[in-house]
């Protein structure tokens, strides 16, 4: 697992609200679900909408075009959705909030 800085302590998303990051060349949205920052792709599979302009309810993640839901824990689409969205670790620390990505052979090799 590798391991990058997405925001500052300053930068964190107040609680119940969605800010948008650039990590390792990934747009992701930072969310902040009382308390609990979970990290994740930054669109809807189901229609592309932008999850910066969602909301949270009930540890989902709802997005604004079609009101889709995703466990902020699992990923999973509501029941019947059949879809998913990425996960991705959080780890707050001293300086700020980061994100970690699991490595594959190919960045092991040219990082």
């Not at 993640?61 to 959705?81: D, F, K, M, S």
Request: hydrophobic share 30%; glycine share 14%; aromatic share 12%.
């Amino acid at each position: 697992m590798k391991w990058f800085k997405a925001l500052n302590k300053v930068q964190l998303p107040g609680s119940g609200t969605i800010k948008m990051s650039d990590v390792n060349g990934k747009q992701l949205c930072i969310i902040n679900a009382d308390g609990k920052f979970t990290a994740t792709q930054s669109q809807c599979p189901h229609a592309g909408g932008h999850f910066s302009g969602g909301w949270c309810k009930s540890g989902h993640l709802v997005c604004p075009v079609h009101r889709y839901e995703y466990n902020l824990t699992t990923g999973r689409g509501a029941e019947g959705q059949g879809d998913y969205i990425d996960i991705y670790p959080t780890e707050l620390r001293k300086d700020g909030l980061y994100v970690g990505f699991e490595e594959n052979w190919w960045t092991k090799l040219w990082g």
